[in-house]
């Protein structure tokens, strides 16, 4: 051989070695198109479970959907049973399942820490995971979204309240305002059955206050907020659709009582949408419970992606 081919053969030895090494360093991010845990998002005060869909047509600069289960529910199965990591396969964005600490799954939405920006409870943790996926996915912060069921709708009222910064957009099924479930022993995780059964009843202006509270002093936009509730919902009862658009159209400065346009059969026969403005809807099921069915389209819709 010539000294040129054994300098040729050494590089070319060299190139082998390394990528093959290369190929041998563990993945550190999680894989597209299957639901990964991540463990180290940041701090965790409250040990909330990170989970994440990235899909396999990743968009670049993609959005965020943040997808809260119920009680009982996990991550994995508001995964399998909502639309959401199927749609981000279309519109490209990432999808963060939180999980519940708690046993039974429901969340904490009703200690001081939690109802609080940056107070260290559950919110704080679901704040985090946003932040490290804007991050690390180099995601576009103004396309990062909160939605969410049961109490996973409590939480999408709260995080929008605590993180307003955070969320263009949130969308709730079946929950209640945020604070509504506040507990006076300062309870994590606490149930307020006075809530749940529709009892605490108080003006726009009180609840603005209440939401208001939750980040003091914050001045820059929210999320504008799209409310669902079934009318026979004998979980978390009716009147806390009531008090949750009373609430947003307070921080909104709406004026609840006379709202833009109220449209019958709308987005379906029996139910009803009405519009106080670009920043809030609320659609009433009428004769249905408390599982009000995802609406994933229309959430694309809402979140600006269709
Ligand atoms: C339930 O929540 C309301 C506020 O929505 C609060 O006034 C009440 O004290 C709470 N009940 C308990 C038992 O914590
Ligand atoms: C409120 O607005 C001022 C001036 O724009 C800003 O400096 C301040 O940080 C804002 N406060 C919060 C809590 O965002």
């Not at 998002?41 to 909330?48: E, L």
């Not at 995601?139 to 049961?150: H, I, L, N």
């Not at 004998?234 to 009373?246: D, V």
Request: glycine share 10%; charged share 10%; net charge negative.
């Amino acid at each position: 051989m010539r000294p040129n081919s054994l300098i040729l053969a050494a590089i070319l030895y060299t190139v082998a070695c390394s990528s093959r090494a290369l190929s041998h360093v563990p993945s550190l991010l999680p894989r597209a198109g299957s639901l990964e845990q991540v463990t180290d998002f940041g701090d965790n005060p409250t040990n909330v479970g990170m989970y994440i869909y990235v899909p396999n047509n990743l968009a670049t600069n993609p959005g965020i959907v943040v997808a809260i289960h119920y009680c009982t529910g996990t991550a994995e199965a508001y995964y399998t049973g909502s639309p959401y990591a199927e749609l981000a396969e279309q519109y490209g964005f990432v999808v963060i399942y939180p999980e519940s600490p708690y046993e039974g799954t429901c969340w904490d939405v009703s200690s001081q820490s939690t109802l609080t920006h940056n107070g260290g409870g559950n919110s704080n943790s679901i704040a985090n995971m946003v932040t490290w996926a804007i991050s690390q996915y180099n995601a576009d912060a103004s396309k990062v979204f909160v939605t969410g069921s049961s109490s996973g709708a409590m939480m999408t009222n709260v995080m929008a309240a605590t993180y307003p910064e955070l969320f263009a957009a949130g969308t709730v099924y079946s929950g209640v305002s945020a604070g509504c479930f506040y507990s006076n022993t300062n309870q994590e995780d606490g149930w307020n059955s006075t809530c749940a059964q529709g009892q605490v009843v108080t003006s726009p202006q009180n609840w603005a206050s209440v939401a208001r509270a939750m980040y003091p002093g914050y001045n820059g936009t929210r999320p504008r907020m799209q409310i669902y509730h079934g009318s026979t919902d004998a979980t978390l009862y009716p009147q806390n659709y009531y008090e949750t658009c009373k609430q947003w159209a307070g921080v909104f400065g709406y004026n609840y009582d006379s709202p833009q346009q109220v449209e019958q059969n709308t987005p379906e026969t029996n139910y009803a949408t009405t519009i106080w403005g670009d920043y809030l809807q609320g659609i009433f099921a009428t004769g249905v419970g408390h599982t009000v069915p995802i609406r994933g389209d229309d959430d694309m819709s809402w979140f600006g992606f269709a």
